[in-house]
C-alpha cells in the first residue's frame, strides 16, 4: 500500500487527510490531537465545507516531530508555535535561539484593570482582551478563537459570581482560568477550585503570577489512561437524536460496544443535565450539584471521545457537534 505522505498533491485538491488520519500517521491518539490543537493551537488545520477539519502534510510532518519532542521531555507548551525547522533543530540536538522559544506566547483575556497591568510585565503574555468587569466581559462578543488565559479579578468573591466565571471560561473555551479577590466566602473559592480554577486572594506578587503563566503553558496533555485529574468538560458532541440512531444502528462487530458506549454516554449527559436542574436549598447544596454536574460531564467527555473511537474504527462518520 503507497504511503499517503507520498501522493502527490495540486493545488486546487491539496493533500487532506480527516484527523484519525492525521493523528495515526503522527503516532498521537486523536484525542490529544484535538487537545493540543485547542489549547495550543499546533497546526491551523483548514476545515470542509460540512466542516470537517483535515491536515496537510505539513501538518503531519509538525505533529510527528511534536510528538517525539513531548516524548523527549520538552513541554508542549513551549514547543506548539516553533516553525518546522526550529523542531527539527531540537530533534537533531541542535541549540534553538532563545528569542525562538520566547514566541511561544499565551493569549489572555482577562476582566480588570489592575490584573491587566500586572499580567501586562509577565513575559509570553498576549492581553487579547481587557475589560472592566464580568458584566463588560459577559456582553462583548467571544473572540473567535479559544484563549490560553482567562484571568479574572474580583473585589467580592460571592456565590453568584462561580456560575458566572465558569460561564465565562466555557464561552472563551479557556485553557486555564485565574482568579484573584478580595474579599469573599471560601465556599466560593472552593467551589472555583473544585472545577479545576486556580483561586488567590489580594495581593498577588509579580512572580507568583508569572509562575501561573508558566505553569499554564508547560500544563502536560490530558492523557486518555492516566489524566483524569486534567480532563475538563467539554460541550456536548452527540445530541439525544445521533445516541438514539447509534444504539439501535444494526452493530458491525459481535461486542455491540456501539450500542452499549451511545447508551453510556445518553445516561451521562441525562445526569448531568438533571444535576444542573436539581432545586438547591442553600449554597452548600448548590455547590454539591454544580460538583455532580461537572463530575457528570467530565466523564461524559471522556465517554464521548471514547465513542468516537468506536465510531471511527468502525468506519462510521464522526460528527462534532460541538464545533458546529
Known amino acids: 500500500m503507497p504511503d499517503?505522505?507520498?501522493?502527490?498533491?495540486?493545488?486546487?485538491?491539496?493533500?487532506?487527510?480527516?484527523?484519525?488520519?492525521?493523528?495515526?500517521?503522527?503516532?498521537?491518539?486523536?484525542t490529544t490531537l484535538r487537545v493540543w490543537e485547542r489549547r495550543y493551537g499546533v497546526v491551523a488545520a483548514a476545515k470542509t465545507t460540512s466542516g470537517q477539519r483535515v491536515y496537510s502534510k505539513h501538518d503531519v510532518s509538525r505533529l510527528r516531530l511534536l510528538r517525539q519532542l513531548t516524548h523527549a521531555g520538552h513541554a508542549i507548551g513551549t514547543i506548539a508555535t516553533l516553525e518546522l525547522d526550529s523542531l527539527q533543530a531540537l530533534i537533531t540536538g541542535l541549540p534553538v535561539p532563545a528569542a525562538t522559544l520566547a514566541t511561544a506566547t499565551l493569549d489572555a483575556f482577562v476582566v480588570g484593570r489592575s490584573a491587566a497591568h500586572a499580567l501586562e510585565a509577565v513575559p509570553g503574555c498576549v492581553l487579547r482582551a481587557v475589560h472592566d468587569d464580568l458584566d463588560q466581559a459577559e456582553s462583548a462578543p467571544a473572540p473567535e478563537n479559544r484563549v490560553d488565559l482567562l484571568l479574572v479579578r474580583l473585589a467580592s468573591l460571592q456565590p453568584h459570581a462561580v456560575d458566572r466565571v465558569l460561564a465565562l471560561g466555557a464561552a472563551l473555551r479557556a485553557g486555564a482560568i485565574f482568579v484573584v479577590y478580595g474579599f469573599g466566602t471560601e465556599a466560593s473559592a472552593g467551589s472555583l477550585r473544585e472545577a479545576g480554577v486556580t483561586v488567590r486572594r489580594e495581593p498577588l506578587a509579580g512572580r507568583e503570577l508569572a509562575q501561573w503563566v508558566r505553569d499554564a503553558r508547560e500544563a502536560p496533555s490530558p492523557s486518555p489512561r492516566t489524566g483524569e485529574a486534567g480532563w475538563q468538560v467539554a460541550p456536548r458532541r452527540f445530541d439525544d437524536e445521533a445516541l438514539t440512531r447509534l444504539a439501535e444502528m444494526p452493530s458491525p462487530v459481535t461486542c455491540e460496544c456501539l450500542r452499549h458506549m451511545a447508551e453510556i454516554v445518553a445516561q451521562l449527559a441525562g445526569f448531568e443535565r438533571y444535576s444542573q436542574e436539581c432545586t438547591s436549598t442553600g449554597p452548600a447544596d448548590a455547590a454539591l450539584h454544580r460538583h455532580l454536574s461537572r463530575t457528570a460531564g467530565t466523564a461524559r467527555t471522556m465517554f464521548e471521545q471514547a465513542l468516537q473511537l468506536v465510531m471511527e474504527d468502525a468506519g462510521l462518520e464522526v460528527r462534532d457537534e460541538s464545533a458546529r
Not at 9 to 30: E, W
Request: net charge positive; no cysteine; proline share 11%.
Open 4 to 30: 499517503p505522505l507520498s501522493q502527490p498533491t495540486t493545488t486546487t485538491d491539496a493533500y487532506r487527510l480527516r484527523s484519525g488520519t492525521a493523528a495515526r500517521l503522527a503516532g498521537l491518539p486523536v
